[in-house]
C-alpha cells in the first residue's frame, strides 16, 4: 500500500478570513505533490512532515484520536475554497530511519485502505481470484501522484469523461471461458447477482467474441447510495481491453464498439481536444461539475489522450477528484 509518506513542506500560504489555519504544499517523492490544510504556524517551509493519502484508513490510537468524527478515514476536501487533498502531520518517526523524503509509512503507521463497501448482489460467491493474468485490475492514479503521465499528456489530444460513482465491474471472453468479476474476484453465475444479469441483458456472451473484455462502473438503487441518480441498475462502460494484444483500445474504437452492441459508456465532457492544462488548480476546477441526472457534485473526472500510450510502464490515464464531492 502506498498511502502514507514522508514529505517536505515546499509552500505555505495565507487563506482568506482564515485565522487559524494556512494552506501548505508538500513533496512527497514518489507519493507525489499534494495541498492541505494545516494550524497556522504548526510548520515552516523546509520541514519534514507525515502525509496521510485519500482514502487512508488511520490506526484507532490517540496520535489521530481528532478524526474519529471523520470514522478515521482521510478524504478530500475545500475548506474556505482552498483544497485539503491529505492529511499533514509532524513527524512522529524516528527522523534517522524515516527522515528521507518519499519513504512510504504505510505499514510502519498501521494504515489501510478504505474500500468502498460492496453491495451484496455485486459480491457473490467466488469463482476465484481477479483475473490479471487476461485483463489488468482497475486501477486509475491520482494526478497528483501521476505527474509523468500529466506531462505526457500536455500537448496530446485527448478526451476527458465523468467519472460514475458506484462499484467496479469487468466481463471478458477468452478462449472460449465466459467470466464475470467484481473488483477483487471472479464471480460464480448466481441467481441475483447484479453483473450476471447486466451480462445477460446486454448479452455480452455473444458481443465478447472471445477477444475482448469490457470494464465498467455498475450504478444505480443501492449502489453506493445512487448519487448519480438513476432508476435502475445498468451499467457505464469506461475501458475496452483487447485480451489478445494485450492493449486498451483507442477511444474511437471502444465508443464505436460500445455504440454497435448498444452498451452504455461513461459520459464524455470533452472530446478531440487539445491538452493544454497548466496548473493543478485548472484542472481541480474542471473536475468540479454535477451529475446530469440527479444534480448531485460528481466524484470527479478522467483525462485519457484519444490514442493509447504508456510512460514508464503506466497507462496514460488519471482521475482528478472534485473537491466538493462527498460520499
Known sequence: MKLAWIGK????????????????????????????????????????????????????????????????????RRFKKVPSECLIMPMSMNVTKYGVVGTNISESKGVMKYNKPIAANLSGIALGSFPTRVVPKTDEPNFQTARDIVDMIKGMRYYSTV????????????????????????????????????????????????????????????????????????????NLWDIKRRVYADAEIMFGFCERAKLPTVEVIDWNKVFTFQTDEELRKYAEGKYKESGKQREGVVFRPMKEGRVNGDRLSFKVINLLFKD
Open 9 to 76: 513542506i515546499t509552500e505555505i500560504n495565507k487563506i482568506k478570513k482564515a485565522d487559524f489555519i494556512v494552506s501548505a504544499t508538500v513533496v512527497c517523492g514518489e507519493g507525489g505533490k499534494w495541498m492541505g490544510t494545516v494550524k497556522k504556524d504548526q510548520f515552516n517551509v523546509g520541514d519534514l512532515c507525515e502525509v496521510y493519502l485519500q482514502d487512508s484508513l488511520l490506526p484507532h490510537t490517540e496520535e489521530f484520536a481528532f478524526m474519529e468524527a471523520y470514522k478515521y478515514r482521510v478524504s478530500m
Open 163 to 238: 467519472k460514475a460513482d458506484g462499484s467496479s465491474g469487468t466481463i471478458y471472453k477468452n478462449d472460449d471461458h465466459f467470466g464475470c468479476c467484481s473488483r477483487n474476484l471472479e464471480l460464480k453465475e448466481t441467481d441475483g447477482n447484479l453483473i450476471w444479469e447486466l451480462a445477460h441483458q446486454y448479452d455480452l456472451q455473444n458481443v465478447l467474441t472471445n477477444k475482448y473484455a469490457i470494464q465498467f462502473e455498475i450504478v444505480g438503487p443501492g449502489i453506493q447510495k445512487n448519487p448519480m441518480g438513476f432508476d435502475k441498475v445498468d451499467m457505464r462502460v469506461f
